[in-house]
Nanobody
Framework: QVALVESGGGLVQAGGSLTLSCAAS????????MGWYRQAPGKQRELVAG???????NYADSVKGRFTITRDNAKRTMYLQMNSLKPEDTAVYYC??????????????WGQGTQVTVSS
């Protein structure tokens, strides 16, 4: 059974830092592209940062230069280092695992989410 478990969320003041973790089980972690998404109240879920199975990364413009996504395949864990946090970063952050399958299909798995609240 696949499980993605996020941790590390919490309440922080603007300008502060947090590190989110996503521990995976039930999947071959190293071959999955991984990503962090977030959803603020009343808004759609959006991609924050992604890291491919090969280690290439991409970031939303709003977090470039402030957030860093990494992965440790040996620990089956992905991280999101968040610095210089702003109130607009407040959201539930979700971990995603994505893998292309034969026949133009894809497998997507989601964690339960962790709340990040940035106070001004």
């Amino acid at each position: 059974q696949v499980a993605l478990v996020e941790s590390g969320g919490g309440l922080v003041q603007a300008g502060g830092s947090l590190t989110l973790s996503c521990a995976a089980s039930g999947i071959i972690f190293s071959i999955n592209d991984m990503g962090w998404y977030r959803q603020a109240p009343g808004k759609q879920r959006e991609l924050v940062a992604g890291i491919t199975s090969g280690g290439s990364t991409n970031y939303a413009d709003s977090v470039k230069g402030r957030f860093t996504i990494t992965r440790d395949n040996a620990k089956r864990t992905m991280y999101l280092q968040m610095n210089s946090l702003k109130p607009e970063d407040t959201a539930v952050y979700y971990c995603n695992a994505h893998r292309l399958l034969p026949g133009f299909r894809a497998a997507d798995y989601w964690g339960q989410g962790t709340q990040v609240t940035v106070s001004s």
